[in-house]
């Protein structure tokens, strides 16, 4: 599969409903897993392509996008590993070096603004920060002379959802039932939502 056409994929699995089945959903899934296969268990791989620091910053930007709330948060997913993968094997040279130029560009921003880098800000400075980049973003998608999609931070939400909603963690804070599950050899249909069809 080329990059791109992964990535076009992964986009897919940040913008459209993962109950829904078959066509680009599916697809996202089945790449996640795929992807997932390289990083291993959550926190199992050491990071390839990050520097410790940039995985750092990865991490608390991935916190402040999807935190742990009454569900798990980006970290308990993976996002750091799912994101080292993709930069690992996954982006064109291109995209990857845009990628860590951007994520080198957010602790001396945080460092301006707070005189801190951005893991050791507090909730409020990081959430502050990342409502910087995010307005920014929006600037750019109102001006039809920019392309957003040429942004760290439009990679970096992208890969955090993509990195989530394709994890174990992800898919069952959304209900999703993982299959295959464990054998079970008499349900009831209704239990699993089938609406009792036969």
Same mark, same amino acid.
């Given at each position: 599969?080329?990059?791109?056409?992964?990535?076009? $994929?992964?986009?897919?699995?940040?913008?459209?409903? %993962?109950?829904?089945?078959?066509?680009?959903?599916?697809?996202? %899934?089945? +790449?996640?897993?795929? $992807?997932?296969?390289?990083? &291993?268990?959550?926190?199992?791989?050491?990071?390839?392509? +990050?520097?410790?620091?940039?995985?750092?910053?990865?991490?608390?930007?991935?916190?402040? $996008?999807?935190?742990?709330?009454?569900?798990?948060?980006?970290? *308990?997913?993976?996002?750091?590993?799912?994101?080292?993968? +993709?930069?690992?094997?996954?982006?064109?040279?291109?995209?990857?070096?845009?990628?860590?130029?951007? $994520?080198?560009?957010?602790?001396?921003?945080?460092?301006?603004?707070?005189?801190?880098?951005?893991?050791?800000? =507090?909730?409020?400075?990081?959430? /502050?920060?990342?409502?910087?980049?995010?307005? /920014?973003?929006?600037?750019?998608?109102?001006?039809?002379? /920019?392309? *957003?999609?040429?942004?760290?931070?439009?990679?970096?939400?992208?890969?955090?959802?993509?990195?989530?909603? =394709?994890?174990?963690? &992800?898919?069952?804070?959304?209900?999703?039932?993982?299959?295959?599950?464990?054998? /079970?050899?008499?349900? +009831? %249909?209704?239990?699993?939502?089938?609406?009792?069809?036969?």
């Amino acid at each position: 599969m080329r990059r791109r056409r992964a990535l076009k $994929i992964m986009g897919a699995a940040t913008s459209a409903p %993962l109950l829904m089945p078959g066509g680009a959903v599916a697809q996202a %899934l089945a +790449l996640g897993q795929r $992807i997932r296969a390289e990083v &291993g268990p959550v926190g199992g791989a050491p990071v390839a392509t +990050l520097t410790p620091a940039q995985a750092r910053t990865v991490t608390a930007l991935a916190e402040v $996008i999807l935190p742990r709330t009454d569900t798990p948060g980006a970290s *308990e997913a993976g996002v750091t590993a799912f994101v080292d993968a +993709l930069l690992t094997g996954w982006l064109d040279a291109s995209d990857r070096d845009r990628f860590l130029a951007g $994520i080198d560009e957010v602790d001396p921003l945080a460092r301006a603004a707070h005189g801190a880098d951005l893991a050791d800000c =507090t909730a409020a400075q990081q959430a /502050e920060l990342v409502a910087v980049l995010d307005e /920014e973003l929006d600037r750019r998608r109102q001006d039809p002379d /920019e392309e *957003e999609t040429r942004t760290f931070f439009y990679d970096m939400k992208r890969f955090t959802l993509a990195g989530y909603f =394709t994890s174990r963690v &992800g898919l069952r804070t959304l209900g999703y039932r993982i299959i295959p599950g464990a054998f /079970e050899g008499c349900v +009831l %249909l209704d239990q699993y939502g089938t609406g009792g069809q036969r």
